[in-house]
């Protein structure tokens, strides 16, 4: 039966819905513009809207979702069933972290704390900001997963290729000028406390601040673009391109990937590393030997030929091998037993989160929510892989996955940069898809 404007589509028999002109203008917006200037601004971290730190055009977007997206849709009110039961949720683990202060105090000495400006007792101001920019992740990723349409995936790429063009557009800038070409960030990293890497005396890293290339010389830049550094900028744009290489979209694969090498990131190579690693496995297992061979070629050429030996050593080996590394192994170690040393309660929820930042996500997790908090962050990343069936892009969506589990278990201990999280969505909306198939008539 046709649909007519003012009305909605009815089974046989049964009286016809009518439906608001507001209800109907309402629907349009939700399925168009809004999604679509979400997605393209979501990689966007270092350009802020207003002076309060943190409110990013995507940010600002999905806290205002609720009042935006008014309408009477079922996918609404679940929407705002998520909003109230995240902040709830949030409020009662973090009064269950900080009950464990009450039984004793942790030596916090050697670890990493956030900023230390109390509100009452033992909350801290940034166990609520940090608790916002977590909010913020998460309805992010819900708002996708709840109205996720094809065209999302279509903009949420297009959001990433302005990304890594504006960071091109640096990297070109810096090259022939030696000066930094950033005219849009305005945003600063890092806490009042705590100096951010090389940022030298300065409290603050600015979003515009400038790294020095090692692998191209000092007349070239790490590539970052609009996320602040260039681990943030591999761990937003890596997903991607792991994406593209499984579902075999080579011209994409290649740009991303290109601009990922100017970066010059860890992160990138082992986002890369892992992902497609796990697309080639699963296509086909012999590439195992493959890799294997690859690693032996690999050493041989580290050990005979020594651009190949300066390329590996800045991107890998010099970060494992130096004094950098051994911080980053220390401070696993002390805030991973912050928490194993302390009492039960510190051990299951943690610190509170926000109360230390750690080099990455596992030891930052254990050390802030505990042993709960931390299975449940990393429950919700990977659950979609054990619950996807084959399908068209399903092995691209694990590959996908499994390279953000492994950027952010071992390298970085972010979890506020949006895009990972789309991809996050991408593989529940497909989980739902597979799901209603199975339950469709006739199958």
Not at 43 to 48: E, G, H
Not at 80 to 102: K, N, P
Not at 226 to 244: C, D, I, K, Q, R
Not at 363 to 381: K, Q, R
Request: charged content about 15%.
């Amino acid at each position: 039966m046709a649909t007519q404007l003012g009305t909605a589509p009815h089974r046989l028999g049964a009286p016809a819905k009518r439906v608001s002109v507001y209800d109907w203008v309402s629907d349009g917006f939700v399925n168009g513009l809004f999604f679509r200037v979400l997605l393209l601004v979501a990689p966007v971290q270092s350009v802020l809207l207003t002076p309060i730190q943190g409110s990013t055009a995507a940010f600002l977007l999905v806290l205002l979702a609720p009042a935006i997206l008014v309408g009477n849709d079922p996918r609404y009110m679940r929407l705002l069933a998520f909003y109230i039961s995240f902040v709830m949720l949030y409020a009662i683990y973090l009064a269950l972290s900080l009950s464990g202060y009450l039984i004793d105090i942790p030596d916090m000495s050697r670890l990493q704390v956030i900023r230390e400006v109390y509100i009452s007792g033992y909350l801290k101001q940034t166990h609520l900001t940090q608790g916002i920019y977590l909010f913020a992740a998460a309805a992010f990723c819900y708002l996708c997963y709840v109205y996720y349409k094809e065209p999302f995936l279509k903009f949420a790429f297009f959001g990433v290729l302005f990304l890594a063009c504006y960071g091109f557009y640096e990297f070109v800038y810096y090259a022939i000028f030696h000066s930094n070409g950033d005219i849009l960030s305005n945003r600063n990293f890092g806490d009042l406390d705590t100096a951010a890497a090389g940022a030298g005396d300065h409290k603050f890293a600015t979003g515009s601040m400038v790294q020095g290339s090692t692998l191209f010389g000092s007349g070239f830049m790490r590539l970052k673009s609009l996320t602040g550094e260039p681990s943030m900028y591999a761990l937003t744009v890596t997903p991607f391109a792991v994406y593209a290489y499984a579902r075999r979209w080579w011209a994409l694969f290649g740009f991303l990937t290109l601009s990922l090498v100017l970066s010059t990131s860890t992160t990138a190579v082992l986002g890369l590393a892992v992902g497609i690693g796990y697309a080639e496995v699963r296509q086909r297992q012999e590439f195992i030997l493959y890799i294997a061979g690859a690693l032996i070629v690999g050493f041989l050429l580290y050990e005979t030929l020594a651009p190949f030996q300066h390329a590996l050593d800045t991107l890998l080996f010099e970060k494992l091998d130096t004094r950098s590394g051994d911080e980053r192994i220390s401070a696993f170690m002390n805030h991973v037993k912050v928490v194993t040393d302390g009492n039960i309660i510190r051990f299951l929820f943690g610190l509170g989160f926000g109360s230390i930042r750690s080099t990455d996500m596992l030891s930052n997790l254990l050390a802030n929510v505990g042993v709960i908090g931390t299975f449940t962050y990393f429950s919700v990343i990977l659950a979609p892989c054990f619950r996807l069936k084959r399908g068209p892009d399903s092995g691209a969506i694990v590959a996908t996955l499994l390279s953000i589990f492994a950027m952010e278990l071992l390298t970085v201990s972010e979890y506020s940069y949006l895009p990972p999280w789309f991809m996050v969505a991408l593989g529940y909306a497909r989980v739902r898809q597979q799901r209603l198939v199975l339950l469709a008539p006739g199958q």
